[in-house]
């Protein structure tokens, strides 16, 4: 109800946007829930936390979309490509090259189709703590190069970008700065429509400014324990 207020005070319809439910911490048991509710979208952001605990639903014989929304290891790309329906978080050439040929070893069953891939952006442009950068000097890390990248390899289908709000910054202003970035993003990609960016403290903000996707765990879930 939240995201549907969220969206009309924007002018938008609420259908366009989507609830993933970030799982992390929380069992197996809490995503059979979620999928009974009919949440069919999850979020997870470590592959050990996450490899088990897609497997266990799937024994469970519940199907849902696992969206891998942390920082991705390149030698965790054969787990991810799994079980991700979709990865938000590549944030460079490299990564991108070894998630492409992770998808495309994986046996073919039936007609494989390529992974739905988010490119990740950093807004205050430090590489360092994850994202791309638009207009970046870094070849890797350069956003341009990295949509270029996904959009470019067979077995990865560019749907648009992510982005989390650098700590201490305004939402307002972050994702002001994201709407101004996918937008030339978009008219390049025409496929990559999916703006994935706010989470419990700031979707209303995001979604002002066009989010399509929202990644919410404590405010659906419950605060989770500190990080080990
Ligand atoms: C944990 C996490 C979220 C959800 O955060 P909440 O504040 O609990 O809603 C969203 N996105 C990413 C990348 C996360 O790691």
């Known amino acids: 109800e939240r995201i549907a207020s969220a969206a009309r005070a924007a002018g938008r319809d609420p259908a366009q946007v989507r609830l993933i439910v970030v799982t992390k911490t929380y069992p197996a048991a809490d995503v059979l829930r979620l999928a009974a509710l009919q949440v069919l979208d999850v979020g997870e952001n470590r592959d050990q936390e996450a490899a088990p605990k897609a497997a266990e639903v799937a024994a469970a014989g519940v199907e849902v979309c696992w969206h891998f929304v942390g920082r991705l290891q390149r030698n965790k790309c054969r787990s991810v490509v799994r079980y991700a329906g979709m990865v938000q978080s590549v944030d460079s050439v490299r990564l991108a090259t070894a998630l492409a040929r992770a998808r495309g070893d994986l046996p073919a069953e039936g007609e494989r189709v390529p992974l739905d891939t988010l490119v990740q952006v950093s ?106």
């Open 123 to 228: 807004l205050d442009g430090d590489a360092a703590r994850g994202g791309a950068v638009a207009g970046g000097g870094d070849p890797d890390t350069a956003l341009e190069r990295v949509l270029a990248a996904v959009a470019s390899a067979g077995q990865l289908r560019l749907r648009g970008l992510m982005a989390v709000a650098p700590l201490g910054w305004e939402p307002e202003r972050a994702f002001a700065d994201l709407a101004r970035i996918a937008a030339p993003a978009r008219t390049q990609y025409p496929d990559a429509t999916v703006l994935a960016a706010g989470m419990s403290g700031d979707r209303e903000e995001a979604i002002r400014h066009g989010a399509t996707h929202v990644r919410v765990g404590t405010a659906v879930l419950g605060a989770r324990p500190a990080p080990r």
